[in-house]
Each structure stands twice: as structure tokens, then as C-alpha cells.
């Protein structure tokens, strides 16, 4: 299984980008998707999560600014951000609980993707 998420760059305070995730190979189902970020000097934190009744929870931080979706027959999972802040700078990791033909779930993550927001 792999995990591979696109999207990230460079963009003013204030605008807005859409970071997307696809998973691939010998996928069952997929549990709980998430977005995660890790800033510079600092620990992984949970952004956002989806789960495959599309219930959603989102960090008090990005609460009203950030939307995490997913379409599950594409294995997809994007979170989309408005209103960047400089302090959403960070690198973003998605997360799936994937389970295959082989249980238990497990988790598996992409490669993240920079998001830089100038000030």
C-alpha cells in the first residue's frame, strides 16, 4: 500500500490551497483518513480527521478554515485551507487505516507535502 499526496506550496496569509492523497495497491477498505503536519522544531499534530462514514474532527487551530473529505471508491482523501496563517507552515502528512487482504489495519503514510505561508 502506498500513500502519495500532492498539493503543497507556496502561498501569501490569507489564501487558500488544497492538498490531495491517494491511496494504492492491495487495498480492502480504508478506515480513518487523516492529515497530520509537523512544523519545524516541533511534534507531528493531528490537523484532520475523516472517517469512512465521512464523520469529521479537525484541530481547535483549524477549525472553520480547513475542510478534510474523501471519496472512498478513489481511495482519495484532500483537505482543503483557507485563510492560511504563516503558523499553518509545516510539512503535511496524510494517514490511512488501511485494511488488507491480510489483517489487522494498520496505518500507512505519504511521503508529505511543504506548505509555506508568507506574511
Known amino acids: 500500500v502506498q500513500l502519495q499526496a500532492c498539493g503543497g506550496g507556496l502561498v501569501q496569509a490569507g489564501g487558500s490551497l488544497r492538498l490531495s492523497c491517494a491511496a494504492s495497491?492491495?487495498?480492502?477498505?480504508?478506515?480513518?483518513m487523516r492529515w497530520y503536519r509537523q512544523a519545524p522544531g516541533k511534534q507531528r499534530e493531528l490537523v484532520a480527521t475523516?472517517?469512512?462514514?465521512?464523520?469529521?474532527n479537525y484541530a481547535d487551530s483549524v477549525k472553520g478554515r480547513f475542510t478534510i473529505s474523501r471519496e472512498n471508491p478513489k481511495n482519495t482523501v484532500d483537505l482543503q485551507m483557507t485563510s492560511l496563517k504563516p503558523e499553518d507552515t509545516a510539512v503535511y502528512y496524510c494517514?490511512?487505516?488501511?485494511?488488507?487482504?491480510?489483517?489487522?489495519?494498520?496505518?500507512?503514510w505519504g511521503q508529505g507535502t511543504q506548505v509555506t505561508v508568507s506574511s
Open positions: 494517514n490511512a487505516n488501511v485494511r488488507t487482504f491480510y489483517p489487522p489495519p494498520r496505518d500507512y
Open positions: 495497491g492491495s487495498i480492502f477498505s480504508i478506515n480513518d
Open positions: 475523516i472517517t469512512r462514514g465521512a464523520s469529521t
